[in-house]
């Protein structure tokens, strides 16, 4: 008999849909159920392709003992971390808060008033490794809230008071100058790890963001250093295990500090960023293994992640079928020699052992090799690595494939949006930029109401229930900004000032700029939450920042510039401490030293060839957060290209920065020379 969620249109909730406990969305009828029958609520929190949320979900919510323990002493409420963020994000600040660590599945007993007394993570069946089993928590759990219901109270509303007292001190309005970016970028040269790429130790994520911020920084200042750290990085992770060496794309992060052995679930959200990251790696250096890697990320995204209604779907599973019946995580990743030798032949699996990495012993479990691209000073066939490389991934299609996630959020549709339409307009890829436009067109027709207010995900064209948060309103914004610069279409420009107004009206704070995660007339949660860290994703308040910048020097908007400074005064606080965790708020006050740039192309069209020379230079240009508006002379596509007429006939390109613009130039290579200076 389903339960609850039946009805619901996030994958993740209809995983638990046929389990045996009487689960219930986040809703208030769950915690007026919780208050009518005197009992306390269970919060399980977690996404669909998250590893052990699999396995406490088959260990303890698909057995009937327990779910008629939960059934009869708790009101149990399932939620998808990626549908709500800002539940996941106010009670993973609590079990932060109250045992030093958080992660997924996120387990938090609440009172009915939803003011949470005890946490957790993932709980096993049974006691092991010091932890308790999950019913030895249920039962200490049910026997405190029967026997000492006042004193869990006091905890519960002890513990609510001290989140609410945990207010940002974010160091004011003023935006960070050139000192805080200096100690930003000695700060991240102390962390690096010279030997391997990246950043600290094991495991490690890719830093996408921290790179744009060291490629950025390089562009205004010539740090070489900066460059150094973001080329070696990138490369590291191109020819790691963490990149799927056979169809592109990444994996969450590498459990390992050499970038061998991913965690194998592959986001929407890592490789919109890696994309993008890698084709402005090859627009600062020309590396041919950038162009090759943002290539075949953006293809990954396309062939893999794309749904049947032009969005990008949220993630594909660690986990796979072995062949054997078995879920058994990187499954459809690894080889072993002999799987080799079946797909290969004799000769060519040789071949193929050398080049990508794979050994007898194995570099991951029972013998199996994660495929890397191992420096080697043996040159290989090119034609023979690409007959094998074609061969193997034919061989692996046969294999059970992981599971895809197909909801569509809206924020990583929006990274996607701009890593697509920029990774197509450099490559000359015109089928990207059409998947970026796809997609937006998407988030226009399913997720945005009359008012141009967002809704966070949809699935199968329809739109969920939830209210979009500021991460959303940010980075969709970004994307249409991107795409506004990519195609010449002031329409994009239109509908990111659409959502950048909400953000003005409804998320931040007036008195201080600081900025919030959720509207002010969202659901009231026990906090309204609050964090402009940069994670596995930029933050909304790094995100509507930057979209924020790139929307003023378009339009000369003085409230949206000067919102974007105030909510910079974050990155001037946190940038020289923690750099790591504000990369896109470093790479955002990047842009705001160096102007941003307002580069308009006038032309009779953008299929002319001269103005198309004039406008690719401007999308190749290297100065941070540059802008790029595109049309007809005199046109009202774009405020930029106003009063901005043709010289002598001929397409022309106009470059300002800081209220004083260039003279006018026709020749590409002057352009060039204005944008890099």
Not at 492 to 509: K, S, T
Not at 650 to 671: I, M
Request: aromatic fraction near 8%; charged fraction near 25%.
């Amino acid at each position: 008999m389903p339960n609850r969620l039946a009805h619901e249109t996030s994958p993740y909730l209809l995983q638990h849909a046929d389990n045996p406990v009487d689960w219930w969305p986040w809703s208030e009828e769950a915690f007026e159920e919780a208050r009518r029958s005197g009992r306390p609520v269970l919060l399980s929190v977690g996404y669909s392709s998250c590893h052990w949320c699999h396995v406490m979900a088959h260990e303890s919510f698909e057995d009937e003992a327990t779910a008629d323990f939960l059934n009869t002493h708790f009101v149990s409420v399932k939620v998808d971390r990626e549908e709500r963020p800002d539940v996941d994000a106010v009670y993973m600040e609590a079990v932060q808060a109250a045992t030093g660590q958080g992660g997924w599945p996120m387990t938090v007993f609440l009172t009915p008033d939803a003011e949470p007394f005890y946490f957790g993570t993932y709980f096993p069946p049974a006691p092991r490794h010091g932890m308790p089993s999950f019913r030895q928590v249920l039962e200490g759990v049910r026997g405190a809230w029967t026997d000492r219901r006042d004193e869990v109270a006091e905890v519960a509303g002890k513990i609510v008071q001290d989140l609410a007292g945990r207010e940002i001190s974010y160091g004011g309005t003023e935006a960070p100058g050139e000192q805080e970016l200096a100690q930003a970028l000695l700060g991240l040269t102390r962390e690096y790890d010279p030997q391997r790429g990246g950043f600290g130790g094991a495991p490690k994520f890719p830093p996408s963001m921290v790179i744009e911020f060291l490629l950025r920084h390089h562009a205004r200042t010539g740090a070489e250093g900066a460059l150094q750290m973001a080329r070696d990085t990138c490369e590291r992770m191109a020819r790691g295990g963490i990149y799927d060496q056979l169809g592109g794309g990444f994996a969450r992060y590498s459990v390992d500090r050499d970038w061998v052995i991913p965690h194998f679930e592959k986001m929407l959200y890592d490789n919109a960023l890696l994309c993008r990251v890698y084709a402005h790696l090859w627009r600062a250096t020309g590396s041919d293994l950038a162009r090759r890697v943002a290539l075949e990320t953006a293809d990954f995204m396309v062939r893999e992640l794309r749904t049947e209604q032009g969005g990008f779907a949220s993630a594909l599973d660690a986990d796979s079928d072995d062949g054997t019946g078995r879920h058994v995580e990187g499954a459809y990743y690894v080889w072993t020699p002999e799987q080799l030798r079946e797909a290969l032949g004799d000769d060519d699996a040789e071949l193929a052992a050398r080049y990508f990495g794979v050994t007898e012993e194995g570099t991951f479990e029972e013998g199996a090799s994660v495929l890397q691209l191992p420096q080697r000073d043996e040159v290989f066939d090119a034609e023979r690595v690409a007959s094998v490389r074609g061969r193997l991934l034919e061989a692996r299609a046969g294999r059970p494939e992981p599971g895809r996630d197909d909801k569509v959020v809206a924020a990583w549709n929006g990274l996607a949006i701009a890593a697509l339409a920029e990774t197509g307009a450099y490559f000359d890829r015109p089928d990207l930029v059409d998947a970026a436009l796809c997609a937006a067109d998407l988030l226009v027709r399913v997720h945005l109401d009359e008012q141009a207010r967002l809704t966070r995900t949809s699935k199968d064209g329809r739109a969920g229930g939830n209210a979009g948060v500021l991460e959303d309103y940010g980075d969709v914004a970004e994307g249409f900004l991107a795409l506004a610069s990519v195609t010449g279409e002031g329409v994009w420009l239109d509908f990111a000032g659409f959502l950048l107004d909400h953000v003005l009206a409804r998320f931040v704070d007036e008195e201080s700029g600081a900025l919030f995660d959720t509207a002010a007339d969202a659901e009231r949660l026990i906090r309204r939450p609050q964090d402009p860290t940069d994670n596995a994703v930029p933050s909304g308040w790094s995100a509507a920042a930057g979209a924020l910048l790139g929307y003023a020097a378009h339009t000369g908007s003085e409230p949206h510039r000067r919102a974007a400074e105030r909510a910079l005064g974050v990155v001037k606080a946190l940038g020289p401490r923690v750099p790591r965790f504000i990369g896109w708020g470093l790479a955002v006050a990047e842009a705001l030293l160096d102007g941003p740039r307002e580069i308009a192309v006038v032309g009779p069209a953008l299929s002319d060839e001269a103005t198309r020379a004039l406008h690719r230079t401007a999308l190749l240009g290297t100065a941070p957060g540059a802008v790029v508006a595109a049309g007809a002379a005199e046109s009202d596509e774009f405020p930029l290209l106003a009063g901005r007429p043709l010289q002598q006939g001929a397409p022309a390109a106009y470059v300002c920065r800081n209220f004083t613009c260039d003279a006018p130039t026709t020749d590409p290579e002057r352009l060039r020379e204005a944008l890099s200076s």
